[in-house]
Every structure is written in C-alpha cells, then in structure tokens.
C-alpha cells in the first residue's frame, strides 16, 4: 500500500449514514471482532487457576485430607490439559460446536461441584469429585483450542504477542473472576464455585457465531495495534494487582467491589474500541480505487499463477500421491520443521519428543507450586485473607509472564534470529529461585515466591503453544497443541500426589504424633512441610532448563530462517 493510500484512509475514518449497517454486519463477522470475543472468553477461561482459593472450602466441608485434595488437584489438571479430543474435534467440527461442547461441559463439572460442597446433594465418592473436577476443567480446553487457534491462523505473522495476550488473559482470569465473586457475592468461597460454573458459560454463548477462522490478511500496522491491546491489558493487570495490595490492609466492601468491578469491565471492552477503529481502516481501504500499482501485481499475479498452473500435476497424479503417501507409511518421512506435519509425524518426531519432556518436569513442577500454595500459606502462618493475596498474586504475575515471553519471544526471534526455545530455557531456570525461596522461607519470602512462580508458570505456555506452531506448522495445530499438554498433568501427578502430597502428610502425622494428638485432620504447621518437595521441584525444574536447551541447539539453523515468509506470500491484500 503506498502512502498516499494510507494518507487518504486516515483522513476517512468515518461512516455515511448509509454505510452503518453494511458496516456493523461486516464487523461481526469480521476478525477484529473475533480477536475482541477472544480475549473475553479467555478472560472468563482460567477458572482452574482458583483451585487454590476454594480447595479449602472442599477439604474443610467434605472432610478430605491433603493427599484427597492433592488428587482432586491432579483430576483438575488431568481435565484441563488432556485435550486430544478436544483437538480432534475442533478438527474436524465448526467453531460454534466446540464452544456449545465446552460451555455445557464448564457448567456441568463445576455446577455438581457447587452442589456438593452446599450440601444440596448427597457427599460425593472422592472418585465422583475427581470425575465433576476434570469436566469443569476439560471446558478450558475447548476455550483454549477455539480462541488460540483461530487467532493465530487468522493472524500468522504476529501468533507469539498473540497467544502471549490471549494466554495473558486466561492467566488474568482467576483475578478478574474473583474481583468479580467479591462484587457479587463477597467473601464466600461456595459462590465462587457457582459463578466459575456460569459466566465462563454464558460467555462463550454468547459469541458462539463470532469466532471462526478466516486466513491470513496483510493488515496496515499489524504490530502496532497489538501492541495497544498489550498496553490496554497492562493496565488492567496493574490495577488489578495496586487493589490486591491495597486490600492486605483495608478491607473493601460490596460496593467499593463493585465500583471497581465496573472499572475492570470497561478497561475489557476497550479493546473493543481498538477493533472497531482497525475494522474502520478495512473498510475505508477496500473503498480505495485499485492502482496502478496494484493493477500491475495483479497481473504479474495472474502470469505466475498461470505458470505454476501449467506446472501443477493432474488430478489423477494428485490422487496418486495421496494414495502413496498415506499418513501411516509416512510416519517416520518427516518434512522439513516449519511444514505441515501429519499428527503422526508431529508425534514420534525428536523435537516434539524433547518438548514433552520439557513440559512434563517444567510445568508439572510449576503447577504443583501453583496448586499448594494455599496450604503453603497456612503451613507458614498466614490466615486465610492473605493466601487469596497470594493466589491472586500468582494470577497476576502469570499474566506479566505469559504476555512478556510472548512479545519478548517474537523480538528476539525476528529482530535477532534467537530459537524462541531458548527463552524457556531461561525461563525455567528463574523459575527455581521461586521454589527455593519457599523451601528456605524468610520473611516475605513467600510473596517474592509468587512472583517468580507466577512469571514462570505463565511464560511456559505461550512458549509451549507457539514452538508447535512453528516446527510442525498450523494444518494439524489445534490436535498438536492440545496432545502437547498430556505432559502437564503427568508431571503434575507425579509431583503433586506422589512427592508433594506425600511429603506433606508423612511431615503432619509427625507433628499430630509429637504433640499427642489424634489425627482427625492432617494440618502441618511449619517451614519444614513443604522444604524436602519443592528443593525436588527446584532440581527437576533445572533438568526440564536442561532438556529445552538442547532444543535449542537442534533447531537454531531453523530459526536463523524467515520463518513467516510463506505467511506474508499466502496472505490476501486488502
């Protein structure tokens, strides 16, 4: 586009009254539109993330011990990253089934988690709580695929600032969510469980015709304008975490809550703002007379269309080669990385093998810190006030880390070739500063924990999710994604139930046996509860460091490459 053109559009911002409803209907159906219905749907998605502010209302009303709660925690993981169904169908089924799917499994899970914890239902088997658990958090899968997918077909070149925004938002979530509860109902857990089970719900019935997938399109400024949503989602994050500190000290009430609420709510739709104003720039450039330029592209477009034409094989040939190469001889006969993969291929490859690994030991260590860190607070004294600081504090931070090792990621990776795995290399070794410091606690140690837990458990999944995108290419992405994050509760069984669990209980039965007492319920009161599991957290986490490196090594000739160039020839001109 020249800069006459770009001159000429700015300068037409605005709609004849004849032009509005053309306008609005062409909006809803577009993708700016659908990037908006993105970020609401993953901001209403991280419900998983308030494990730990409500697990405690589970173990107290339900009589569990910290193992019962530990495998409810691995039920909720097992649900929320076991998502090769969801994949498949996402495959192969419109975007609007997908998200019925999810919203009906979201309130399904979490609504019979509701009633069980109120009483309104019989007590539950622990294996029934395990099944409400993974439901209610399988529905993030469906959100997940729906949102990330679409968005990075949609939008190729910018995919790391995207999913690090729309992953950013997820991880925001459980902080918006909870602002939310304490508008609404206050300071009561049992709530907080019915609304996770109906507002991520409605959202998604709410655009369940908006979000679709429309292919690539050369857009004026692309970065730019994400960078915007980056600033907008910045703000939010910031004001959310000032209220959180504010609240260590001063107690908010019901309408203070909701003032800020309200606040929170209108800083979302001003991203809607953003979209509009972007939707408003297509259609004054599609407005534009063609030029000369242009007319002249095209026609050298329509001789090297013609030339590939003539060169192109027959039908019969294509079905030929289809024949041969089907994806079950061809398991092992990997393409080049950055091609299309078949599921197979992708599977059995060494780069997705060393990437499974990776995430078993970096985000099942992650999410076990995640999971206990109410019961951390409580086994270092805290009171109940304070360990929702923390889990807020971690929702927060997540989002810091999630949308800074998107961004960042994407300008070490275009401006100076660096293999974007090498940033979870770094990151995974920051993340073992966090565990130590809840190992060898000092005074405020446990909110520097937060921090650093938080940064490094979001900067993992964007990573994770944008590494796939690249080496195996987005034909079969929405399956690839979703059977990468098996690994996660893997990790997160092993380290949670079998290690951390484990610790936990063995370190309460001999508090319970040294002070005489009968143990009715297990509660261990002390730094040295959760010492021995999270320096085993901190040295597995050095060794995911480890694996993630060679990584690196294996593809840094890759990256070396313009890897969006196919993108930037396939895209259609506005």
């Known amino acids: 586009m020249t800069e006459e053109a770009k001159e000429s559009i700015s300068t037409k911002r605005g709609l004849r009254r004849n032009e509005i409803l053309p306008f609005t209907l062409e909006f809803l159906r577009g993708r700016w539109f659908a990037l908006f219905a993105s970020f609401l749907i993953m901001a209403s998605s991280g419900s998983v993330y308030l494990f730990g502010t409500y697990s405690n209302e589970i173990k107290t009303t339900l009589g569990y011990d910290q193992t019962t709660i530990n495998l409810l925690g691995f039920s909720k993981d097992v649900g929320a990253n076991v998502g090769i169904l969801t994949g498949l169908i996402a495959e192969t089924t419109p975007t609007w089934f997908v998200l019925l799917l999810g919203a009906a499994l979201n309130f399904g899970g979490y609504f019979m988690i509701w009633l069980a914890v109120t009483g309104k239902i019989a007590k539950p088997m622990v294996w029934q709580m395990c099944v409400y658990m993974a439901i209610g958090a399988n529905s993030q899968n469906f959100a997940n695929t729906v949102g990330v997918v679409t968005a990075v077909k949609n939008f190729p070149e910018s995919r790391g600032s995207l999913i690090g925004l729309l992953k950013g938002y997820a991880g925001l979530s459980g902080a918006i969510i909870t602002q939310v509860y304490l508008a609404v109902y206050g300071n009561d857990s049992k709530s907080l469980i019915f609304l996770i089970a109906c507002l991520p719900s409605a959202l998604s019935l709410i655009f369940i015709y908006t979000i679709r997938t429309m292919g690539p399109v050369k857009h004026p400024n692309e970065h730019r304008v994400f960078n915007q949503f980056l600033l907008l989602s910045i703000v939010l994050a910031l004001l959310l975490m000032v209220k959180t500190l504010i609240e260590r000290k001063i107690t908010f009430s019901k309408g203070t809550n909701a003032v800020i609420t309200t606040v929170l709510c209108l800083l979302l739709f001003a991203s809607l703002y953003i979209s509009i104003r972007e939707a408003l720039v297509v259609?004054?450039?599609?407005?534009?007379?063609?030029?000369?330029?242009?007319?002249?592209?095209?026609?050298?477009?329509?001789?090297?269309?013609?030339?590939?034409?003539?060169?192109?094989?027959?039908?019969?040939?294509?079905?030929?080669?289809?024949?041969?190469?089907?994806?079950?001889?061809?398991?092992?006969?990997?393409?080049?990385?950055?091609?299309?993969?078949?599921?197979?291929?992708?599977?059995?490859?060494?780069?997705?093998?060393?990437?499974?690994?990776?995430?078993?030991?970096?985000?099942?260590?992650?999410?076990?810190?995640?999971?206990?860190?109410?019961?951390?607070?409580?086994?270092?004294?805290?009171?109940?006030?304070?360990?929702?600081?923390?889990?807020?504090?971690?929702?927060?931070?997540?989002?810091?880390?999630?949308?800074?090792?998107?961004?960042?990621?994407?300008?070490?990776?275009?401006?100076?070739?660096?293999?974007?795995?090498?940033?979870?290399?770094?990151?995974?070794?920051?993340?073992?500063?966090?565990?130590?410091?809840?190992?060898?606690?000092?005074?405020?140690?446990?909110?520097?924990?937060?921090?650093?837990?938080?940064?490094?458990?979001?900067?993992?999944?964007?990573?994770?999710?944008?590494?796939?995108?690249?080496?195996?290419?987005?034909?079969?992405?929405?399956?690839?994604?979703?059977?990468?994050?098996?690994?996660?509760?893997?990790?997160?069984?092993?380290?949670?139930?079998?290690?951390?669990?484990?610790?936990?209980?063995?370190?309460?039965?001999?508090?319970?046996?040294?002070?005489?007492?009968?143990?009715?319920?297990?509660?261990?009161?002390?730094?040295?509860?959760?010492?021995?599991?999270?320096?085993?957290?901190?040295?597995?986490?050095?060794?995911?460091?480890?694996?993630?490196?060679?990584?690196?090594?294996?593809?840094?000739?890759?990256?070396?490459?313009?890897?969006y160039q196919k993108f930037r020839e396939n895209a259609d001109t506005l």
């Open 283 to 563: 259609w004054n450039i599609k407005k534009q007379p063609p030029t000369a330029i242009t007319i002249e592209q095209s026609k050298s477009q329509v001789v090297e269309s013609s030339e590939e034409t003539s060169t192109k094989p027959t039908s019969s040939e294509q079905v030929d080669e289809k024949i041969e190469k089907s994806c079950f001889l061809t398991v092992f006969d990997q393409p080049e990385r950055g091609m299309d993969y078949t599921i197979l291929q992708a599977l059995t490859s060494i780069d997705m093998l060393i990437l499974l690994v990776t995430t078993i030991f970096g985000l099942g260590a992650s999410l076990t810190a995640v999971d206990n860190l109410g019961q951390i607070g409580e086994s270092l004294g805290y009171d109940n006030r304070t360990v929702t600081t923390f889990v807020s504090i971690i929702s927060i931070w997540n989002f810091f880390g999630r949308v800074f090792s998107g961004f960042v990621s994407e300008i070490l990776m275009v401006k100076y070739k660096l293999p974007r795995p090498l940033m979870m290399t770094m990151v995974l070794l920051f993340s073992c500063i966090g565990y130590l410091l809840i190992a060898f606690p000092f005074p405020g140690a446990l909110y520097m924990a937060s921090v650093i837990i938080g940064i490094t458990f979001g900067a993992q999944l964007p990573l994770i999710f944008a590494i796939i995108s690249e080496l195996f290419g987005l034909k079969y992405y929405a399956t690839l994604f979703n059977c990468a994050q098996i690994a996660s509760p893997l990790g997160s069984y092993i380290f949670k139930v079998k290690v951390t669990g484990a610790i936990y209980d063995t370190e309460a039965l001999k508090d319970v046996a040294a002070k005489g007492l009968a143990a009715k319920q297990l509660t261990c009161i002390g730094s040295h509860c959760y010492r021995l599991s999270f320096i085993i957290l901190a040295s597995v986490s050095c060794f995911g460091a480890l694996c993630s490196l060679i990584l690196v090594m294996r593809t840094r000739k890759f990256y070396q490459s313009d890897i």
